[in-house]
């Protein structure tokens, strides 16, 4: 094992007590967001319903790759104008198209190549949800991005590790960040229950830490997780 099973058991310790402090914090926060009106804004409404938005979740999981959300939610908005929230449709569309609907994301020329790799995935697949391997085999699309699409549009059992999780729990001192993806994913899985809920709330308000206080250079004035933080600790110790 890469980490003794004491310090294990005290990690799945920190992970179980973090979500209940951040679940009291922030609140349930409605992943993952789409859009509801053809061109309308993504929003938070409690995650997709139907073969339409489950789509819309993987596009914006492809979308959202090195940027921020707020620049992925602009193309997934121009995509949902034009129509091409649909795998028939963005499949026959050109590449230039694409491209210049999703230039906001950045990358965008990549990003237009994969998202129709994507489309025609979904195409073929039918309506039931992926196989993780096979989503792994599409090209871009990596651990974190194949987990969102299987966890938010699916509600499929797999946390989704990202920065932030790394960023998060290096400094409460649970893991040292340099783990594999597999491995801290398996914490998170080892720890909880195995539900999608919490899953999708817990990947949630990690997102929503680290927005809020836990960033590059933390806030740390009022942090909920002040307790738990062994980063902190240290600074009052220096």
Request: charged share 25%; net charge neutral.
């Amino acid at each position: 094992m890469v980490r003794g099973e004491s310090q294990d058991r005290k990690t799945a310790d920190t992970i179980r007590e973090v979500y209940e402090i951040l679940l009291s914090e922030y609140g349930r926060q409605g992943w993952w967001p789409v859009t509801r009106r053809k061109g309308g804004e993504p929003e938070y409404l409690g995650g997709p319903r139907d073969r339409r938005e489950r789509f819309e979740v993987a596009v914006g999981a492809v979308l959202t790759q090195n940027t921020s959300w707020k620049n992925a939610a602009r193309a997934v908005s121009a995509l949902s104008a034009a129509g091409m929230i649909d795998p028939a449709r963005l499949v026959a569309a050109s590449h230039d198209e694409v491209a210049g609907l999703i230039r906001s994301s950045g990358y965008y020329n990549q990003k237009a190549r994969r998202l129709g790799i994507l489309a025609r995935y979904f195409l073929d697949a039918g309506d039931g949800p992926p196989e993780r391997e096979s989503l792994l085999a599409l090209e871009g699309i990596g651990p974190e991005t194949a987990d969102s699409i299987l966890l938010y549009a699916y509600s499929g059992t797999f946390f989704v590790v990202d920065a932030y999780t790394k960023r998060l729990f290096s400094r409460l001192g649970g893991i040292r960040g340099n783990e594999s993806y597999d491995r801290i994913r398996g914490l998170f899985e080892g720890s909880l229950e195995r539900t999608p809920e919490i899953y999708n709330e817990y990947h949630a308000l990690v997102v929503e830490q680290c927005k809020r206080r836990c960033m590059s250079v933390p806030v740390c004035i009022d942090c909920p997780l002040s307790p738990l933080c062994a980063s902190e600790t240290s600074r009052g110790e220096g």
